[in-house]
């Protein structure tokens, strides 16, 4: 039996999990200078500048197929990495730190190919609130793909 941490973040009042291992920092995306990059991806809102890295802002809510809102003061930026590229990822706002064990997550039944599902890696029950579990790794190598496809261009 293994046992899972999850940061738990809000978008358009659903609550998403992230494996707590994945992520390197938290920042608010309200204090970090996110420069608008031309050419690039709608799912890219800008670059900033951390630590001397280039890091990418990630808008999850064209990923999730939710409604494009602007930045607001509780918004955060996930730094997460994938094969040594750390990504931003910009959400509404961190709600909680949650752990489950693999047998309290419910699998997905049956995920489409395409559309928001295919991240979604279970479903986590604290009381009466039901948090996606996200797939992260699956996510960030495809944000990592359109970046880099993005850079090469």
């Known amino acids: 039996m293994s046992r899972v941490q999850l940061v738990v973040f809000e978008m358009d009042g659903q609550e998403?999990?992230?494996?707590?291992?994945?992520?390197?920092?938290?920042?608010?995306a309200k204090r970090c200078n996110i420069q608008k990059v031309p050419s690039m991806p709608k799912e890219i809102e800008g670059r900033i500048s951390l630590r001397g890295n280039v890091i990418y802002g990630y808008n999850?809510?064209?990923?999730l197929n939710l409604e494009n809102t602007?930045?607001?003061?509780?918004?955060?930026?996930?730094?997460?990495s994938t094969n040594d590229m750390p990504i931003g990822c910009i959400v509404d706002e961190i709600k909680d730190i949650v752990y489950f064990d693999d047998e309290e997550i419910?699998?997905?039944?049956?995920?489409?190919?395409?559309?928001?599902t295919q991240y979604i890696?279970?479903?986590?029950?604290?009381?009466?609130?039901?948090?996606f579990i996200l797939d992260f790794d699956r996510l960030l190598v495809e944000a990592e793909r359109e970046t880099s496809t993005q850079q090469l261009a």
């Open 106 to 116: 419910e699998r997905p039944i049956c995920l489409e190919t395409g559309g928001e």
């Open 16 to 28: 998403f999990g992230i494996d707590a291992r994945l992520i390197n920092g938290i920042l608010r």
């Open 121 to 131: 890696d279970g479903i986590g029950r604290v009381g009466e609130r039901r948090i």
């Open 70 to 80: 602007p930045i607001k003061e509780e918004s955060k930026i996930i730094i997460a």
């Open 60 to 63: 999850l809510r064209y990923k």
